[in-house]
């Protein structure tokens, strides 16, 4: 059984770019939920998709978007990057519909915007 | 508005000793508690948790316990082992969206051989 993946695991961007993370959840997986983890700070949570649409998203602005595909994986995209988006980024996957606590992390983006 | 806090940047103690982690949260609604360990280079991994309805658990050498009057939770290790060095996140959801986890800072616990 294989865990939860991201890709790539680091990237640098230029401010303004846009970019596309992107996590396979764990076999079984349904609910998928993404976090930013600033330098120093605990991860905060950006949204969370289950069966393809958004299900919850905490306080990150529109330009934070997400999609999640019918074998589960999730794609987070980020347009219009700035200094302050760098940061690591966790997804993490979770069994048995959003209201499940049991959330198991993948290894994170690195993304460094410059 | 920092709903989940844990005071303590860091913690040193001897192998073999105990290691007390502290968390405190302000958010009422909170009913379920976890904490995660996280090792350089990798995803937080998942530790143990606590239910409102109790106030300790028990897992082999850790345990966490809850006072719900105070909005305090501890993580107990014992005995710490060198292996348990790594940051550790206090994270607390409520019964309205429990797939949303709102962690703590973290605190980097190293224990010496």
Do not use: D, E, M
């Given at each position: 059984e294989t865990g939860v993946t991201q890709s790539p695991t680091h990237l640098i961007k230029t401010r303004g770019q846009q970019?596309?993370?992107?996590?396979?959840?764990?076999?079984?997986?349904?609910?998928?939920s993404w976090y930013?983890?600033?330098?120093?700070?605990?991860?905060?949570?950006i949204f969370q998709y289950y069966r393809e649409e958004e299900n919850g998203r905490g306080n990150f602005p529109p330009r934070f978007s997400g999609l999640q595909f019918p074998n589960y994986s999730s794609e987070l995209n980020v347009n219009a990057l700035e200094l302050d988006d760098s940061a690591l980024y966790l997804c993490a996957s979770s069994p048995g519909g959003p209201m499940n606590t049991e959330a198991f992390f993948g290894q994170g983006t690195r993304l460094t915007v410059v | 508005d920092q709903q989940v806090k844990q005071n303590s940047p860091s913690l040193s103690v001897q192998e073999g000793r105990i290691s007390i982690l502290n968390c405190d949260y302000t958010n009422s609604m909170f009913d379920y508690f976890l904490w995660y360990k996280k090792y350089p280079a990798e995803g937080p991994t998942f530790l143990i948790s606590i239910s409102s309805i109790k106030d300790k658990n028990e897992d082999g050498r850790f345990t966490v316990f809850l006072n719900k009057s105070a909005k305090?939770?501890?993580?107990?290790?014992?005995?710490?082992?060198?292996g348990d060095s790594a940051?550790?996140?206090?994270?607390?959801?409520?019964?309205?969206?429990?797939?949303?986890?709102?962690?703590?800072?973290?605190?980097?616990?190293?224990?010496?051989?």
């Open positions: 970019v596309t993370l992107r996590c396979s959840s764990q076999s079984g997986h349904n609910t998928v930013q983890q600033a330098l120093g700070q605990g991860p905060q949570f | 305090h939770l501890s993580l107990h290790i014992v005995p710490s082992q060198p940051v550790y996140f206090c994270a607390a959801s409520a019964s309205t969206s429990y797939g949303k986890l709102t962690f703590g800072q973290g605190t980097i616990l190293t224990v010496h051989p």
